[in-house]
């Protein structure tokens, strides 16, 4: 056997040996419902765990909080028919010197993966915008988040931060102080009972991909000013995609006053280009995409209905971006169209505009795209409109006049 030969093998079985001797440590609060738990608490678990090992939770409630900084698998396990692992802190408390409370945080680290968990950060005494609040946190960190459900990230006071930016009470929150790297996989997961947004990723060098998930607010029905279901912003990279998403409409507030509170299912402000937004369902939104400031994104074959005061989708600032195949239905038929376009300095102070927009279907709005004199409208079918399409640098709330 030649030495190539050799090397390949045995640098084989050096890969092969690392996945090997990764281990799997059983969590259980009591032998009788988990007979092969070797620990009865989670953080025992953790610190105890090589890096690549598996952390396999019983069903119980855990009243813990975690800090994970090395690779790590947390998997919620089914026993006996029973699939509901709860981990719930008794009381919320900011460690590690970070200024956000979390359920779990994730910093410093990659290969993070948190699976089939039940995640409530309710018990929290946080009020007003510090500190941070969130049920996952994800520091300079990469991994995956999938099968989870996520909630309970309200302040006790929900009013009392009511900034656009960064607000408080985070299903997930990603963000870095580090260049990175960093990417985190949010999939299939149940996020719900948050105050600002289910899924907030900020920093350049993060990326945020957010996919398959069912994400509820309540909007400003419920007295949430300001509540995104995701919200990528400042240079952090993001894909949306085959999300379901639900947030709330104004109720009795006035044209203006729901405005000011807006809600909006996806949310892009100075993103890192090339974002990708497609396949969502959104609906009971005041808008359903809202991109401020972004170049070379992809908006592609959502489905947005019931909004309320602005638009299907919301562009300004935008650039050289596709919006293809895009379906709305009942945008405010007085005041929303599809799509809107409305001017902004566009991404690093360029020139907004050189869109393309095509294969959209409008049902029921004030217009079908208003757009600025520099895209290009490819096609589009337009029914129950005041106006199928015009050309203006005048943007939401302020369509032309409908008579």
Do not use: W
């Not at 119980?60 to 509901?84: C, F, M, S, W």
């Not at 405005?259 to 299912?265: D, L």
């Not at 908006?299 to 050289?320: A, E, K, P, R, Y």
Request: charge should be negative.
């Amino acid at each position: 056997m030649n030495l190539k030969r050799i090397f390949l093998i045995l640098g084989f079985l050096g890969t092969a040996s690392v996945s090997s001797f990764a281990s799997t440590l059983v969590v259980g609060k009591s032998q009788a419902s988990c007979p092969n738990a070797r620990y009865s608490t989670i953080t025992a678990a953790v610190n105890s765990a090589a890096p690549g090992d598996v952390i396999a939770i019983c069903p119980a409630l855990y009243a813990e909080q975690l800090v994970i900084t090395k690779p790590l698998t947390l998997r919620g396990l089914a026993v006996h028919d029973v699939n509901r692992t709860v981990i719930q802190p008794q009381s919320l408390q900011p460690l590690e010197s970070l200024p956000v409370e979390a359920v779990i945080t994730v910093m410093n680290t990659q290969d993070v993966q948190i699976e089939n968990l039940a995640i409530d950060a309710s018990n929290n005494t946080v009020s007003g915008c510090t500190p941070g609040l969130a049920a996952i946190h994800y520091f300079n960190a990469s991994g995956e988040i999938e099968n989870d459900a996520i909630f309970g990230a309200q302040p006790k006071d929900p009013l009392s931060c009511a900034e656009i930016a960064p607000g408080n009470g985070f299903g997930v929150l990603i963000d870095s102080s580090e260049s990175g790297p960093f990417h985190v996989s949010v999939k299939y997961n149940s996020i719900h009972d948050y105050t600002k947004d289910g899924v907030y990723a900020t920093n350049a060098g993060v990326t945020a991909s957010v996919e398959g998930n069912f994400i509820s607010g309540v909007g400003p029905t419920g007295g949430i000013p300001f509540q995104f279901a995701v919200f990528i912003l400042d240079g952090a990279a993001g894909v949306i995609r085959n999300n379901v998403i639900t947030e709330g409409q104004c109720g009795t507030l006035s044209a203006a006053d729901c405005v000011n509170a807006r809600s909006e299912g996806v949310t892009l402000r100075a993103v890192a280009n090339g974002a990708i937004v497609e396949h969502n369902v959104i609906t009971n939104v005041q808008s359903g995409i809202f991109v401020n400031e972004a170049d070379h994104a992809t908006i592609s074959d959502n489905i947005i209905t019931n909004v309320q005061q602005l638009d299907g989708i919301d562009l300004q600032g935008v650039s050289n971006t596709l919006l293809n195949g895009n379906i709305i239905a009942n945008a405010t038929p007085t005041e929303g169209c599809g799509i809107a376009e409305a001017p902004g300095p566009g991404q690093a102070g360029g020139v907004e505009g050189n869109n393309v927009i095509s294969e959209t279907r409008v049902n029921d709005a004030f217009c079908g795209v208003a757009y600025a004199p520099t895209s290009h409208v490819a096609s589009g079918m337009y029914f129950n409109t005041l106006f199928t399409q015009f050309r203006s640098d005048i943007g939401p709330p302020s369509p032309p006049p409908g008579e």
